[in-house]
C-alpha cells in the first residue's frame, strides 16, 4: 500500500472511526481513486481536508465505498430455501426467534423476514435486527420507501397488502416496518449480537480480505445458538465450515453445530 493511502486510512480511522485496510485493496483503492476525483481534491490529503469540511463529500464518499445495492428477496429461489429450513427446522425448535440482517443496506433483507414471519404467525414472539455500517442508509431502512427495481420479487399479494404506491415509489406499512430494529453496526469493529436464531450476512464479505472474513464467520457463529442458521450470499462460499462449528444444509445456508 503506498504511504498516501496508509496515511488516509489512519486518517479514516481516527476521524471516521473506518477500518478500510479490511477491505479488498485493489477494489477500494480504485474507488477511492474516483470518487476523489469527482470530489476535486488532487490527492488524498486534500481529500480528507475536503470530507472534513464538507458535509456532502463525506456522504458521497461513505456512499460510495459502502455498496449499498439490495432487493426484497433478493435471490429468490434462494432466499425461498432460507425461509424453508428456518421454518421447518429452526422455529420449532426456538419458537421465539431472534434473527439478525446485517449490513442490511436500505432493509429490504430484513423487511422481508419480517413478511416471512408475518405470514407464519411467529413475528408477535421474534425478534429481528437490521444492522449496518452507515447510518444514511439505515433512516432510509426506517423510512421504507423504495423503487420498483427493489420490490420486483415481493409477491403480488403482499405488495397489496403490505404497500402503499404514491408517485411510483412503493412505502412499506408501519405494521411491517414496526417488526424490525435498524441500529448501526460495524462488522469489523463492534462486538456482535448473542443469542440468534438466524444471522443473514449477504453480499458485504465479498468486499473484505481474508483474515477479516474469517473473523467475521467465527463471530457470526460464535453469535448463533446451536441449530441456528447462517445465510450467505449467492456469491459466496465456506470453504472449511467445520472451522467455525458449521455445517451446510443448503446452498448457501450452514447450520452451527457445536
Ligand atoms: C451490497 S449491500 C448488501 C445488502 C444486503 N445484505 C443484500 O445482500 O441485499 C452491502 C452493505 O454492506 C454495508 N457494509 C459495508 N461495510 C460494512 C461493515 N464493515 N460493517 C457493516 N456493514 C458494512 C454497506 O453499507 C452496504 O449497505
Given at each position: 500500500m503506498t504511504q498516501q493511502f496508509e496515511a488516509f486510512y489512519d486518517w479514516s480511522k481516527r476521524e471516521l472511526n473506518l477500518q478500510l485496510d479490511g477491505y479488498k485493496q485493489k477494489q477500494l483503492q480504485r474507488r477511492i481513486n474516483t470518487v476523489m476525483i469527482k470530489s476535486g481534491a488532487k490527492n488524498l490529503r486534500e481529500y480528507a481536508e475536503a470530507i472534513k469540511k464538507n458535509a456532502d463529500i463525506k456522504q458521497e464518499f461513505l456512499d460510495y465505498i459502502t455498496i449499498n445495492v439490495t432487493e426484497f428477496y433478493r435471490n429468490a429461489q434462494i432466499?425461498?430455501?432460507?425461509?424453508?429450513?428456518?421454518?421447518?427446522?429452526?422455529?420449532?425448535?426456538?419458537?421465539?426467534?431472534?434473527?439478525?440482517?446485517?449490513a442490511c443496506s436500505t432493509g429490504a433483507e430484513a423487511y422481508s423476514v419480517a413478511m416471512v414471519l408475518k405470514k407464519n404467525r411467529l413475528h408477535e414472539q421474534s425478534k429481528i435486527i437490521g444492522t449496518d455500517i452507515d447510518a444514511t442508509i439505515l433512516r432510509k431502512a426506517k423510512e421504507g420507501v423504495y423503487r420498483d427495481a427493489e420490490i420486483k420479487n415481493v409477491p403480488s399479494a403482499d405488495l397489496k397488502k403490505y404497500f402503499t404506491v404514491t408517485n411510483n415509489k412503493y412505502h412499506l406499512n408501519q405494521e411491517i416496518k414496526d417488526l424490525v430494529q435498524f441500529k448501526k453496526h460495524d462488522l469489523i469493529l463492534d462486538r456482535y449480537e448473542k443469542g440468534c436464531h438466524a444471522i443473514i450476512c449477504r453480499n458485504v464479505t465479498i468486499y473484505f480480505n481474508d483474515e477479516v472474513k474469517n473473523k467475521i464467520y467465527q463471530d457470526i457463529s460464535d453469535s448463533l445458538v446451536v441449530g441456528g442458521i447462517f445465510f450467505i450470499g449467492a456469491t459466496e462460499t465456506i470453504y472449511n465450515p467445520k472451522q467455525y462449528g458449521f455445517q451446510k444444509v443448503g446452498s448457501f445456508i450452514y447450520e452451527k453445530i457445536e
Open positions: 432466499f425461498a430455501e432460507f425461509e424453508q429450513i428456518l421454518l421447518e427446522k429452526v422455529a420449532p425448535r426456538y419458537p421465539n426467534l431472534k434473527i439478525w440482517s446485517a
